[in-house]
């Protein structure tokens, strides 16, 4: 046993091969309405005895789906890559309009359920929307089962919500298992929002 294996838990099986699925216009459908409640929850005033009455209502929905557990590769969220979000509710609301070897770009928009203060997207968000991103990079440079060793993120402007945005990555260099990736954020007149560049390394075999 080496000294990497040693600091890996025994639970840990390989990294699994995650492959898109063709979903149908339900899962789709499904999404769009979880992020409408995400942006409700966040934006509104109801009495308690209304909050109430959700809570009981979402229950019951979890109870309904739980049924149906799936495991992961096997669970269609997150491998709709014609969905927003690849149809997965943690990832903004975002497409891939480009994909290749030579980089990805994604168009999309946050909204309410993604505000950090005044309408402004929450800074932890813009980190979250980059790992992803440079996930799709590194998949589209046929580069798959990477972890992200480093992000880091320069904020030039607010970040606003309900405005379509534009992100734009590649990867820059490559040394063996390590993939330097960088991205830029604009908006629609082409103001840069943020800038990020980070490093994503392809896993051993055996690695988690």
């Known amino acids: 046993m080496t000294e990497t294996d040693r600091h890996i838990p025994a639970e840990s099986a390989p990294f699994p091969e995650i492959q898109p699925v063709d979903t149908g216009p339900e899962l789709g459908r499904f999404m769009t309405a979880m992020r409408r409640l995400q942006d409700i929850v966040v934006s509104t005033n109801p009495d308690n005895a209304l909050w109430a009455d959700a809570a009981g209502q979402v229950e019951e929905l979890c109870a309904r789906l739980e049924a149906h557990r799936a495991p992961q590769g096997v669970a269609p969220a997150g491998r709709g890559p ?11 609301p975002w497409t891939m309009t480009e994909v290749g ?3 990805v ?7 309410r359920f993604h505000v950090g203060g005044n309408n402004a997207v929450h800074g932890g968000v813009i980190p979250l929307f980059f790992d992803w991103h440079f996930g799709m990079i590194v ?3 046929g580069r798959a089962n990477s972890r992200t060793a480093f992000l880091h993120v320069d904020y030039r402007k607010i970040t606003p919500i309900d405005q379509p945005l534009v992100s734009r990555g590649r990867i820059d260099s ?5 993939a330097f990736i960088t991205a830029t954020m604009t908006d629609s007149d082409g103001n840069v929002l943020s800038e990020a560049n980070g490093l994503m390394v392809r896993l051993l075999p055996h690695q988690p």
């Not at 490559?174 to 390590?178: A, L, Q, S, T």
């Open 82 to 92: 014609h969905l927003p979000g690849l149809g997965h509710p943690l990832m903004p």
């Open 101 to 103: 070897p030579h980089g």
């Open 105 to 111: 770009v994604m168009e999309g928009q946050f909204s």
């Open 139 to 141: 998949t589209a440079a």
């Open 174 to 178: 490559i040394d063996g298992r390590k």
